[in-house]
């Protein structure tokens, strides 16, 4: 059984920085995915980053190219995600999802899921 805890979401101000957490727990390890999705009341939940879990391989949306990094801490065994520069529009709850396979985009391909933490930038 694979669990996922978010932790580091927050209240920010436009162009401040903030660093999210997933931990994982269970049998996540070589060929394994992990990616972060985000969703606002009202609209899909959509894809972010992602992230392989054995060679680093990663991928981003567009939206978030050049602001966002996504990384693997092996002390920790988390997912993490470092934004910068954060707008309005990144305001949303984020979630860190895990699968067996290659980090592909689609929420539907994500059995695993942690619970959410809130991101709100104020302009």
């Known amino acids: 059984q694979v669990q996922l805890v978010e932790s580091g979401g927050g209240s920010v101000q436009a162009g401040d920085s903030l660093r999210l957490s997933c931990a994982a727990s269970g049998r996540i390890s070589g060929g394994w995915a992990m990616t972060w999705f985000r969703q606002v009341p009202g609209k899909e939940r959509e894809f972010v980053s992602a992230?392989?879990?054995?060679?680093?391989?990663?991928n981003y949306a567009d939206f978030v190219k050049g602001r966002f990094t996504t990384s693997r801490d092996n002390a920790k065994n988390t997912l993490d995600l470092q934004m910068h520069s954060l707008k309005p529009e990144d305001t949303a709850v984020y979630y860190c999802a895990a699968r067996f396979g290659a980090p592909l985009t689609p929420r539907w391909n994500y059995p695993y899921w942690g619970q959410g933490t809130q991101v709100t930038v104020s302009s």
């Open positions: 992230l392989a879990w054995t060679g680093g391989a990663s």
